[in-house]
């Protein structure tokens, strides 16, 4: 629609609403976007601005001027619990659960951009924000995927957003995460240097593919425990990140290998299965008698469990950490059935996994 459109209505249209008579005879136009058209102005009928619920009597002269124009989105505030680990007037860091996106996405509907974000929460627990972001992103200085839980850096005042800025541009903010990956990592530590881009041939993805567009990103692992048991060979990291490109402890670990425990898109396996009772389920009785057990993850098994940085205003050095969440200490806890620990780990402050 990117010239004036006329419509003759023919008399087989009488008795139609005008929104739904519209919406047929504009190709890959929906009725929310014929509504916002009408919401506008830019739907005249017989010269005349009308209702949506206008029934038609057919013969009439409906005319287009324009184009439908979404609402600029604007984060609300809603009512949804927070783990807020430090809090002051300039800053807040939370403890973000898996399962919340950190903000909206524009390309969302109407709905599902607007709720359930962790800027949703923000804004009803602190009811301001550092506007740095826009409005779509009020206090938010960086992300975390929408499956990875734990600490997250919100601004509450512009000053204190654009030091955190600069701050994480010079690398002077230290990231610590946890990660459960398949497979038994080669060696005890190492650093990952390969650049991320964008995935030409699945838009969703990063790759380590060489680009032209690719940035750099570091990433130094440690190996924390091996466990090997009947649901196969698993790896327990910490990984300390230089950089924060997208998806990149998910993606520089699959690069090895040796891909996050639960995440598909990057090559782990939906289900683990009980390799043991599948190899001895060969006959038909006993494929009809049981089923070998399956462990699932509805999420990726990554948490980001410790932020350390210089306060941006006052100077003070804050080291701050979070634990795994129950979920993640459950589905280690059921690799533990039948360990073969190659190094022993610890628990150690709130449930947070360390070396000895």
Do not use: C
Not at 128 to 142: C, M, N, Q
Not at 178 to 207: F, H, N
Not at 210 to 218: G, K, Q
Not at 323 to 341: N, R
Request: proline letters at 4%; hydrophobic letters at 40%; aromatic letters at 4%.
């Amino acid at each position: 629609m990117d010239e004036l459109r006329t419509i003759a209505v023919p008399a087989e249209a009488a008795g139609q609403r005008l929104d739904h008579f519209v919406a047929t005879q504009l190709e890959g136009v929906s009725r929310s976007r014929v509504q916002m058209l009408l919401d506008q102005g830019d739907v005249l009928v017989n010269n005349a601005h009308v209702k949506a619920s206008l029934k038609l009597r057919g013969g009439e002269q409906i005319v287009i001027t324009g184009e439908p124009r979404p609402a600029p989105l604007k984060a609300t505030a809603e009512d949804i619990p927070l783990d807020v680990i430090f809090e002051d007037a300039h800053l807040a860091v939370i403890n973000k659960p898996a399962g919340m996106m950190v903000h909206a996405g524009a390309g969302q509907s109407e709905d599902a951009r607007s709720q359930g974000t962790l800027v949703n929460a923000l804004l009803f627990r602190f009811k301001k924000l550092s506007a740095t972001g826009g409005d779509l992103r009020p206090g938010i200085v960086h992300r975390l995927d929408k499956d990875t839980s734990g600490l997250i850096i919100v601004a509450k005042k512009d000053a204190a957003h654009a030091a955190l800025g600069e701050m994480f541009a010079n690398r002077h903010i230290s990231k610590t995460y946890i990660a459960l990956v398949q497979g038994w990592v080669e060696r005890e530590k190492g650093t990952i240097t390969a650049a991320l881009s964008r995935d030409p041939m699945r838009r969703t993805r990063m790759t380590t593919h060489p680009a032209e567009n690719a940035r750099s990103a570091i990433s130094h692992y440690e190996v924390m425990h091996r466990y090997s048991n009947r649901f196969g060979k698993f790896t327990l990291v910490h990984v300390r990140i230089e950089t924060g490109r997208t998806h990149q402890i998910r993606v520089h670990m699959a690069s090895l290998g040796h891909p996050v425990v639960g995440d598909t898109l990057y090559g782990a396996s939906g289900q683990l299965t009980d390799q043991i009772a599948a190899q001895a389920a060969t006959s038909k009785s006993a494929r009809r008698n049981s089923q070998p057990e399956r462990l699932r993850l509805s999420r990726n098994f990554l948490h980001a469990a410790k932020l350390e940085f210089t306060h941006p205003v006052t100077g003070k050095l804050l080291k701050l950490e979070a634990p795994l969440p129950q979920e993640l200490e459950a589905f280690l806890a059921q690799l533990e059935e039948t360990p073969t620990p190659i190094k022993v780990a610890k628990k150690v402050n709130r449930g947070l996994v360390r070396l000895n």
